[in-house]
């Protein structure tokens, strides 16, 4: 997205400019330090006030790895986000947010074989391993 396009997506979501976008493989976490690192590049001392993660895929199947040979889904649409979110949190405006979305495929109405409940009472976690930092 560059130029006239770029000016309006930002005004749309209601951001100031500089607004940056760039394209990156967030199926490499290699892919995603580079691209982290041109963008602090870019941004020198300003600081971010929204950073918007989506991603969303799904491989064929569970044996397609990542460069890193993590399983291609979740080195997608899990650690890079994660890694993105660590990478820029220094760079965050105080009261600055990140936002991720996500896909429904944890929905149990759209993948059938995915967990049947999303509630952590009736999940059979033990509540206290899920609130360890």
Do not use: W
Not at 17 to 22: G, K, S, V
Not at 71 to 80: D, I, P, Q, R, V
């Amino acid at each position: 997205m560059t130029g006239d396009c770029h000016v309006r997506f930002c005004e749309r979501l209601g951001l100031k400019c500089p607004c940056l976008l760039d394209r990156l493989d967030l199926s490499s976490l290699k892919s995603v330090r580079s691209f982290a690192d041109r963008i602090k590049q870019r941004l020198r001392n300003i600081k971010i006030d929204v950073l918007v993660l989506n991603a969303g895929i799904r491989a064929a199947n569970n044996q397609v790895s990542s460069q890193e040979g993590f399983e291609l889904t979740f080195a997608t649409n899990h650690l890079s986000h994660y890694l993105l979110a660590r990478l820029f949190e220094p760079n965050l405006t105080e009261g600055g947010r990140i936002i991720i979305t996500t896909s429904d495929a944890h929905d149990p109405a759209v993948i059938p074989f995915g967990p049947k409940t999303l509630n952590i009472e009736s999940s059979g976690i033990q509540p206290s391993i899920v609130q360890k930092k």
